[in-house]
């Protein structure tokens, strides 16, 4: 029976199931599409690296003997829409069988379901074999509880996958070394260069130009440094293992101006595209920890594991779990505009010109970078958490809808009113002074609250607690913080509440 099969742009996994032996009467089928590139504003390097990707993967494919039908950007036969260039295929090939791997966003699950009602010939849905977890295994897990908590999540997948285990008690005794995963760098430890792979996209590159197709950010030389084949992708997670694992838990959360990667792995984008299991890395990871016990401590391994095995796969279930209509939420009702200098950098406030042109440079930022910089000033100015899903999905390499809403609107933003983080995540300047040196050459004042030269982030944190009152008091985790509100005098309160206004205002002039 001749077959057609669907590879989007996130399923690049050459070790998956239909890829064993070629047949010859399967032929598989990628697109690149304007309909994936204009739902949102995307990095440059983020287009890039998808098409390079793709187009990676389907030579990889021919050169194990498989068919492959590839439309490129700019082919003349390409529709530009997913339905037509299917409809297309079946027609030409006579096609008498059509079969998708699962797909990780709402949009195309619907989009694929409506074409399969429409055809006429057999359809069939697999999975993509990449996760932990099914589709709606978390939600299995959390049927009748009344809090989500990762934790709890990520302890049964531990147990389930025996990984750091000794019986039914964590290894070292303890479940999560976050405590010690909060360390700032203060160039005290080297770190080595990151692995640059140099890829050649100058080819991806004229075709994304020539037809005109709008991003943000910049791309250097016509190279792209992230890996775009299970071989790169190899050699990123042996290159981690070797030079960064050994500190990446200390320094997880650490932020500073000299220092774009850190210890940090730059798998995200491999991972999520699919060129590399979780599995596998957390194999590769453990193994290496293993035989190096001597030189490197279970808080560096555990931190990392904890964000694949329990983080990643914890957001991707909450995403299936909470269905189509979480992207609407705005518990907080937020409905200021976010501010333009997020599209330039160009802000007096060190912290966010420099974690927004790292952004804007690389399409990266580390998970604290995203939640308490660029996130936090987002929820102090209460911006509407649509504008800030769209920066956030279209500016990171990584960012896929399943990963990035949840993330963004639940854990970043709290427009969900708490399904996944337990309470908001904002502060003041001196936890970005703690975990960073931002606050040493800026602009702005990080212990003044109200002058000229004031911190913005100090009284946009004391009014945010102020205007949300009414959400937020009675959460139990906020109770110190509005204890600390309570204690400042109404003209005190009232200075700090005019200057937060204002920046509100004016957000262009800080």
């Known amino acids: 029976m001749k077959t057609l099969r669907l590879i989007l742009g996130d399923q690049l996994n050459i070790n998956h199931s239909w890829f064993k032996t070629p047949q010859h009467h399967v032929i598989y089928c990628l697109f690149e599409m304007r309909q994936e590139t204009d739902y949102t504003e995307h990095h440059i390097l983020k287009v890039v690296g998808f098409f390079a990707a793709m187009r990676q993967f389907a030579k990889d494919l021919k050169t194990k003997k498989h068919r492959v039908a590839y439309f490129e950007i700019d082919a003349p036969n390409n529709t530009q829409n997913l339905e037509e260039n299917l409809s297309t295929l079946i027609s030409d090939h006579q096609i008498e069988r059509f079969e998708y791997m699962e797909p990780d966003e709402h949009r195309l699950d619907v989009q694929l379901h409506e074409f399969c009602k429409s055809i006429e010939i057999p359809s069939k849905m697999c999975s993509s074999e990449h996760f932990y977890t099914s589709r709606f295994e978390l939600q299995s897990f959390f049927k009748g509880k009344n809090q989500f908590l990762m934790e709890t999540f990520y302890r049964y997948m531990r147990k389930k996958h025996d990984i750091l285990m000794v019986g039914k008690h964590p290894e070292g005794g303890k479940w999560n070394y976050d405590k010690s995963n909060r360390k700032p760098w203060k160039e005290h430890i080297d770190i080595p260069p990151f692995k640059q792979f140099d890829n050649d996209v100058s080819t991806v590159l004229t075709a994304i130009e020539k037809d005109n197709i709008k991003t943000v950010g910049f791309i250097e030389n016509s190279t792209l440094d992230y890996p775009i084949s299970l071989h790169q992708a190899e050699a990123q997670l042996q290159y981690f293992c070797e030079h960064l694992l050994i500190h990446f838990g200390d320094f997880q959360d650490a932020m500073h101006t000299h220092e774009v990667y850190l210890f940090h792995s730059r798998l995200s984008f491999a991972l999520n595209i699919k060129l590399i299991s979780p599995k596998h890395v957390v194999n590769r990871v453990l193994d290496y920890y293993r035989a190096h016990e001597e030189e490197i401590h279970i808080s560096q391994v555990e931190g990392f594991i904890r964000q694949l095995l329990g983080w990643r796969e914890y957001m991707r279930g909450m995403y299936w779990m909470l269905g189509i209509d979480y992207k609407k939420k705005n518990a907080l009702k937020s409905t200021n505009h976010l501010a333009n200098f997020f599209w330039t950098g160009n802000t007096k406030m060190n912290c966010l010109k420099n974690a927004i042109t790292n952004s804007l440079q690389n399409a990266y930022a580390h998970h604290i970078q995203r939640l308490m910089i660029t996130g936090n000033y987002a929820l102090l100015t209460m911006t509407h958490p649509d504008e800030v899903d769209a920066w956030y999905l279209g500016m990171y390499m990584d960012a896929i809808e399943w990963v990035q809403l949840p993330n963004t609107r ?72 509005y204890s600390l509100l309570d204690k400042k005098d109404a003209s005190e309160l009232n200075a700090i509440k005019e200057k937060a206004q204002h920046i509100i205002a004016n957000q262009e002039d800080y």
């Not at 975990?435 to 030269?453: A, F, I, L």
């Not at 004391?462 to 109770?479: A, C, G, S, V």
């Open 410 to 481: 639940g854990m970043s933003q709290y427009a969900d009113g708490g399904l996944i983080a337990t309470k908001p995540y904002i502060s003041s300047a001196n936890y970005i002074h703690k975990m960073s040196n931002y606050c040493q050459d800026c602009y702005y004042d990080k212990k003044s609250v109200t002058g000229p030269e004031a911190c913005p982030f100090n009284s946009l944190y004391w009014n945010f607690l102020d205007e949300k009152r009414d959400q937020l008091e009675n959460n139990l985790r906020m109770k110190m913080m």
